[in-house]
């Protein structure tokens, strides 16, 4: 499974961004997609995930500035009113008949 993640960058706080992920029109059995992220010297942790009955579920640290969703086989999210606190390297995860698979990484980095 290739999953392609884009929409990374740089922005000022309290701007947005929206990154999205691809995974191909021909995947069958996605249970899950999500996103993930990772800040220098921390862990990597969930950030949103929408199962393939389209319930999300949101990290705390997202606190009603992001949303998640979903069109086919493409997973977004969108950020607002982003903080400095929000740069990370932030993945795509997708759930494919209960193997899961990690996308390439996009970069988010908030100025203050």
């Known amino acids: 499974v290739q999953l392609q993640a884009s929409g990374g960058g740089l922005v000022q706080a309290g701007g947005s961004l929206r990154l999205s992920c691809a995974a191909s029109?021909?995947?069958?059995?996605?249970?899950?997609m999500g996103w993930h992220r990772q800040a220098p010297g921390k862990q990597r942790d969930l950030v949103a995930v929408i199962t393939a009955g389209a319930s999300t579920n949101y990290a705390d640290s997202a606190g009603g500035r992001f949303t998640i969703s979903r069109d086919k086989n493409t997973v977004y999210l969108q950020m607002n009113n982003l903080r400095p606190e929000d740069t990370a390297v932030y993945y795509c995860?997708?759930?494919?008949?209960?193997?899961?698979?990690w996308g390439q990484g996009t970069l988010v980095t908030v100025s203050s």
């Open positions: 029109d021909s995947i069958t059995g996605i249970n899950a």
């Open positions: 995860r997708v759930v494919v008949n209960w193997e899961a698979y």
